[in-house]
């Protein structure tokens, strides 16, 4: 399956990668870490008086994991998180949160709902969390998942989406076995990517979306039980409205539901650690395509098309928190534990 996986990768940059100047003007290509890094402070230093760069520290390998940090506002009163590239191989992320920081500066002067909202509030987003695997991913191995820290002669490399500080024991929702592609770390939060994701997240913020592919769904909490989490209404609705917005960009359907009802069950990942510990509102997209050969690596005519039905997704969520719009009627009781259901979970996308 992997070697079928990896021929199909180079067919796709034999034929569809299309690698011009380095340039916002040509957007339909796939970038390299460092090609995001200065989009990033080149955003910041176009747009003054709405972008912040913001260095959150540094990955294994001494790479920067930065943000922008997008408001208006000397202290924005919400705060929305979206991220991508936790996952080395899941590129797609990586070029659709990069889009939004684009789109959201560029778009403010003349969209009400991003100036409701950023005079206001704040969006951040990091579009590499996994820059190590990012860039091993591209240069040298495709298929990567996890970050590139050693952990003994077994295996290399920790998936970061497992390694979160929030029920990271449940069994057979990760693994144990440093070779797993879903190995969860020798011990919640041991992994400095994870660790500058959590510091980051637990400064409160109200929304959180966190870009995977591929599957074309938005999955929501909890991830490691079955059972619902206490705002599964919430979830439901939020979902169900940022699918039917989607779709009304390129007639694309992302089915919704929570996490192991969608995929499988999932422990220590990051929904999961800002829902239950902060009682963010947290999402994962997992992106086009829903399913098919490209799998994580869709031709490069898939990024702009991706990026903009999902900038509807984001600007829901801006327009559902700002002061001035109606709300659904939350049940913020608190967290209950909640009987753990698990079953057997293969590798996955999430
Ligand atoms: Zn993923």
Redesign the pocket.
């Known amino acids: 399956m992997k070697n079928y996986k990896r021929i199909l990768f180079f067919l796709c940059i034999f034929f569809f990668f299309d690698r011009p100047g380095f340039s916002w003007n040509s957007d339909e290509r796939y970038h390299s870490y460092q090609e995001v890094l200065s989009d990033f402070e080149e955003l910041a230093n176009t747009y003054p008086k709405l972008a912040e760069f913001v260095n959150l520290g540094n990955s294994f390998e001494g790479r920067k994991i930065f943000a922008l940090r997008i408001t208006k506002a000397q202290e924005g009163m919400k705060k929305i998180l979206l991220t991508g590239g936790?996952?080395a191989r899941?590129w797609l992320g990586v070029e659709t949160t990069r889009l939004l920081a684009k789109y959201l500066l560029e778009n403010y002067p003349n969209d009400e709902k991003i100036r409701n909202y950023l005079d206001v509030s704040e969006v951040w987003i990091v579009p590499i969390v996994n820059p190590d695997g990012f860039e091993y991913d591209r240069n040298t191995q495709a298929l990567w998942r996890k970050n590139r820290r050693p952990i003994d002669n077994t295996g290399m490399g920790v998936d970061l989406?497992r390694n979160f500080d929030f029920q990271w024991d449940p069994p057979k929702s990760a693994s144990t076995n440093p070779a797993s592609d879903i190995y969860r770390g020798p011990s919640p939060g041991s992994e400095p990517e994870v660790k500058i994701i959590q510091d980051l997240i637990s400064q409160g913020f109200s929304a959180f979306i966190d870009f995977?592919s591929f599957s074309q769904i938005i999955i929501y909490p909890w991830g490691y039980t079955s059972s619902p989490a206490p705002d599964t209404s919430i979830f439901s609705a939020i979902t169900k409205e940022m699918s039917k917005r989607i779709a009304e960009v390129n007639h694309r359907n992302y089915r919704t539901g929570q996490i192991p009802h969608l995929l499988y069950p999932v422990s220590g990942d990051s929904l999961d650690y800002a829902y239950g510990k902060f009682k963010t509102y947290a999402f994962c997209i997992e992106l086009p395509p829903s399913m098919g050969a490209f799998s994580f690596y869709p031709p490069a005519s898939y990024i702009v098309p991706t990026a903009q039905e999902n900038f509807e997704a984001v600007k829901y969520l801006m327009e559902w928190l700002s002061p001035t719009s109606p709300k659904p009627t939350s049940s913020p009781k608190g967290i209950e534990v909640i009987e753990i259901i698990l079953r057997p979970s293969p590798a996955g996308?999430?």
């Open positions: 936790i996952h899941e989406n995977h996308s999430n």
